[in-house]
């Protein structure tokens, strides 16, 4: 079973990367489609991992808010109540989605704290995470 599962759009990669390993240190198993081989089906991948997911990472950008695939996959964690979702531009997240808490993280890594909110939120889903060592 996977830890987290994180939803982004791929114009966004350069920005995710940093967040992954960010809780990847934490002692979280993040799966994120830079996981999918040639060959499988993605779709029956991507939903695999959404499924075995114990929770769905969701980062709203001005990219992710117009991706089909990433809304179905906050609607995974918001039905299944497991979503954290996060901010990395100055965005309105889908209307189905604004109910959720949403951590902004627009300045990050460069303003320090703001990855706590999400790490509080996945922590109390999942409980703390192996490392004692956090990233903030």
Known sequence: MTDLFLSYASQDIERVKPLVAALEKCGWGVWWDR???AGPSYE???EEALDAARCVVVVWSSHS???QWVRT???EGLDRELLVPL???DVKPPLAYRTAQTARMIDW???A???ETVIDGITELLGKP???DPPL
Request: hydrophobic fraction near 40%.
């Open 113 to 115: 704290g703001q990855l």
């Open 44 to 46: 029956d991948r991507i």
């Open 109 to 111: 890594p460069d303003q």
């Open 65 to 67: 808010i117009k991706s």
């Open 73 to 75: 996959e906050a609607h």
């Open 130 to 132: 192996a490392s004692v």
């Open 35 to 37: 996981e999918l081989v």
């Open 87 to 89: 901010l990395i531009d």
